[in-house]
């Protein structure tokens, strides 16, 4: 039984960086497939990013892409979501999930996904 941690929000200036991480404990990721959800008060979670650690296949919500990256799971056992160009509208708590066998829903669906990390806020604000 997998535990994800989240680590690396915080506050940021609009146009900054920020990577956040996502180790898991107790298994490898290895054959995980591990995705990044984010959620405002009163909003469903959104997808953000997802990554296939079997075969590196990746994919992105459209409000992040080009300026978004998700890296497979490392030998610290994390994967990482690096996001450029911050907008006040990223603000929210972000989320990774993990599940272990294939999809029966979309990449993008909170239902596909059986583990879950606590969150990490993450706030973009001059």
């Known amino acids: 039984q997998v535990t994800l941690v989240e680590s690396g929000g915080g506050l940021v200036q609009p146009g900054g960086s920020l990577r956040l991480s996502c180790t898991g404990h107790?298994?490898?990721?290895?054959?995980?497939?591990i995705g990044w959800f984010r959620q405002t008060p009163g909003k469903e979670r959104e997808g953000v990013s997802c990554?296939?650690?079997?075969?590196?296949?990746?994919y992105y919500a459209d409000s992040v892409k080009g300026r978004c990256t998700i890296s497979p799971r490392n030998d610290r056992n994390t994967v990482y979501l690096q996001i450029d160009n911050l907008k006040p509208e990223d603000t929210a708590v972000y989320y990774c999930?993990?599940?272990?066998?294939?999809?029966?829903?979309?990449?993008?669906?909170?239902?596909?996904?059986?583990?879950w990390g606590q969150g990490t806020q993450v706030t973009v604000s001059s």
């Open positions: 999930a993990g599940t272990y066998y294939p999809f029966t829903r979309t990449w993008s669906s909170p239902l596909s996904y059986d583990h």
């Open positions: 990554v296939s650690n079997r075969d590196g296949v990746t």
């Open positions: 107790g298994d490898t990721l290895e054959y995980y497939t």
